[in-house]
């Protein structure tokens, strides 16, 4: 415990533990920071889903996930590009809450160089013939019949590149918290044309 407290002791501390916990949720598939919770702004309030945390770029803050071209998230960052990012570490009893302006990529190179890197599982998931959320009369992937119980070729998922779709959100609010029977923290860091403005809550 007196181990924890060291690395979170100071706002630096806080932001690099923060940062390697992030860079291990995209390396690692069973890490709890694998699966963020993405939330966007639909016409009736909040929209959240989860997610695969896909990359994360330090350098610029970025968090990138992928989707469906048709989905519904989609339209509402092309609305409201302001989306909220929510993790949660069940052992270490960290929540991050996220928030910052998110872009689309569909035809330029940070989304093919993501295409390529993806593994052809996921390709799958943008093979559907209709779109994400279409009404359908009975359970179905959507996938089309060739797809189905086989694995299938690098050229046949070539289909799914034109609904493939990157988002990468700038992390530009965050908000940390750790529960601790020593006594809880939580830190909040801001970023803006001037830089980094960090300071510590009260819980
Ligand atoms: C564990 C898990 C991981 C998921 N990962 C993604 C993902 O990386 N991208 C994605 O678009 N949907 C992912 N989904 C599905 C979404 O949660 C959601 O159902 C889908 O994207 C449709 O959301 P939308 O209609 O708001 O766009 C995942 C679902 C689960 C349960």
């Known amino acids: 415990m007196r181990k924890k407290r060291g690395k979170w002791a100071t706002l630096d501390g806080v932001l690099n533990e923060t940062w390697k916990m992030l860079e291990r949720g995209v390396a690692r598939f069973n890490d709890p920071f694998h699966w963020p919770v993405l939330g966007t702004t639909a016409k009736d309030g909040a929209s959240l889903r989860t997610v695969i945390l896909r990359q994360f770029i330090s350098a610029d803050r970025v968090l990138v996930c992928h989707t469906d071209a048709r989905a519904a998230k989609v339209n509402e960052i092309s609305n409201s590009a302001w989306v909220s990012w929510l993790f949660y570490h069940p052992q270490k009893k960290v929540q991050l809450r ?8 569909a035809d330029d190179q940070f989304a093919d160089r993501q295409w390529v890197a993806a593994k052809m ?5 943008y093979c559907a013939i209709d779109a994400p959320g279409t009404a359908i009369e009975k359970p179905s992937s959507g996938l089309p019949d060739f797809l189905i119980n086989k694995v ?8 799914g590149r034109k609904n493939f779709m990157v988002i990468a959100g700038r992390i530009e609010r965050m908000g940390w918290l750790v529960l601790s029977a ?3 923290r939580r830190a909040r860091f801001d970023w803006d044309d001037n830089g980094l403005s960090a300071k510590w809550l009260i819980p």
């Open 98 to 105: 996220i928030s910052g302006s998110a872009t689309l990529h």
């Open 121 to 125: 599982t996921s390709r799958l998931n």
């Open 152 to 159: 299938p070729t690098l050229l046949e998922t070539e289909r």
């Open 182 to 184: 020593l006594g809880n």
